[in-house]
Every structure is written in structure tokens, then in C-alpha cells.
């Protein structure tokens, strides 16, 4: 996997995490313990930060990236970030499900276990608030998602962390 040093930094990836041959991971980045990174996913901390939480899942192809350093990019704890997604400067809460293809751009602030529909948009210093199912282009409140919901969230962020362990595991041996 290539994990590589830009403007004096290097990325740092706890030791419990999984990231995949297949991905890239640049600069100025912190990937916590249990998160997952899966093949095709591109991180790039070189023009500001990227942090991203424990047991958070970044599938296939994932872009993260930040444009300045005024907006880094930080991604809580348990939050899932769909195949093809491209997020931007922007902080997720925890919890979150970003469905895949959606498209996340600078300042954008999404609450705790926010529900975002896969295809959907999110402009420039939008605030979506937390436990609420969205959707569309631009993504649009579609209804508060109930305790149950977002524990279930919660429940699908913890499986996927134990399932790439296992898969960290075989890359070593491999």
C-alpha cells in the first residue's frame, strides 16, 4: 500500500486498523484504531488534515481530500463512507452512513448518525442535522431517522471493523 511523506508529514495509522494494498494514504492523515480502508480508496492529507475515527469504514474508491487548511477533513467514530463517495473539507459525525457515489464538498458539517442516501450531493458549508435521513442533489432532510435507526448504524460500523480485522490478518500472511 503506498503510505507516503508530503511536506515533512506521514501519515500515521494505528496499529488496529485495516488499510488495503490497494489503497493510498498521503501526508498529513490519522486513521484510528479498527477503521478500515478498503482497495481503490485515495486519502490525501496534503494541503490540510485528514482524521478519520475509530471502527469508520472508508469502502472501494473512496476519495478524501481537504482544499485548505481552514476546513480539514474529520470523520468520526463508527461512520461508514460508501463506494465512490468523494468528501471534501468537510466533518462527519459519528455514526454516519454515507451511501455511495455521494459527493461531500468544502465546509459541510454532518451530524451524528446522519443517514445520506447514496447519489446524493452536498454543497459548500451545508449543515445537516444530526439523525436525519437525506437525499438528492442537493441532499434535502427527508425525515429524522428514529434511536433504533441509528443504532443500527452503530451495529453495521462495529460488524464491518471485526470483518477487516480478519482480513488484516490474512494480508499479513499473504
Not at 35 to 51: L, Y
Not at 113 to 128: D, F, H, K, Y
Request: aromatic residues 4%.
Amino acid at each position: 500500500m503506498p503510505i507516503l511523506e508530503f511536506g515533512g508529514k506521514t501519515p500515521k495509522i494505528d496499529s488496529e486498523a485495516f488499510v488495503s494494498l490497494q489503497a493510498t494514504v498521503v501526508g498529513d492523515v490519522e486513521i484510528g484504531p479498527k477503521a478500515s480502508v478498503w482497495p481503490g480508496a485515495v486519502i490525501r492529507g496534503d494541503h490540510a488534515s485528514v482524521r478519520i475515527g475509530e471502527s469508520s469504514c472508508i469502502q472501494d474508491s473512496v476519495v478524501i481530500h481537504a482544499h485548505t487548511e481552514d476546513n480539514p477533513t474529520i470523520i468520526g467514530t463508527q461512520t461508514v463512507i460508501g463506494t465512490a463517495s468523494v468528501v471534501h473539507g468537510v466533518y462527519v459525525g459519528d455514526t454516519a452512513n454515507i451511501g455511495e457515489g455521494c459527493v461531500l464538498f468544502d465546509g459541510a458539517t454532518l451530524g451524528e448518525g446522519v443517514m445520506l442516501a447514496p447519489g446524493s450531493i452536498v454543497p459548500a458549508n451545508v449543515v445537516i442535522p444530526p439523525r436525519s435521513l437525506n437525499s438528492g442533489a442537493p441532499a434535502t432532510q427527508m425525515r429524522e431517522l428514529s434511536r433504533e435507526e441509528v443504532e443500527k448504524q452503530s451495529i453495521r460500523a462495529d460488524t464491518i471493523a471485526h470483518v477487516f480485522q480478519k482480513l488484516k490478518q490474512w494480508q499479513r500472511t499473504t
